[in-house]
């Protein structure tokens, strides 16, 4: 059974800086895309940040140069370092674990808060 945990979320403010997790079970980061995700309350998800099999890192325009996504493939688990925090970046972080180059449907976790304050 494949899971994926988030944790890392919490409040803080602008300017500070949190740490993500996505700890997994039932699947090699190392042969999954990873991805995280946000929604924020009335919009759509959208993509944060992403790594490939490969190490290929990829950011959403807002969080360029703030956020940083990495994998630890002896732990099975997946980050985001987010750094100079700001209020429109509050939103549930989803972790998102993709086979390569297939349309199967890919694992989702549950999500965490990120509420950051002005």
């Known amino acids: 059974q494949v899971q994926l945990v988030e944790s890392g979320g919490g409040s803080v403010q602008a300017g500070g800086s949190l740490r993500l997790s996505c700890a997994t079970s039932?699947?090699?980061?190392?042969?999954?895309?990873m991805g995280w995700y946000r929604q924020a309350p009335g919009k759509q998800r959208e993509l944060v940040a992403a790594i490939t099999t490969g190490g290929i890192t990829d950011y959403a325009d807002s969080v360029k140069g703030r956020f940083t996504i990495s994998r630890d493939n002896v732990k099975n688990t997946v980050y985001l370092q987010m750094n100079s925090l700001k209020s429109e970046d509050t939103a549930v972080y989803y972790c998102n674990a993709r086979i390569p180059r297939t349309q199967i449907k890919p694992f989702w976790g549950q999500g965490t808060q990120v509420t950051v304050s002005s």
């Open positions: 039932g699947i090699l980061v190392s042969m999954y895309d």
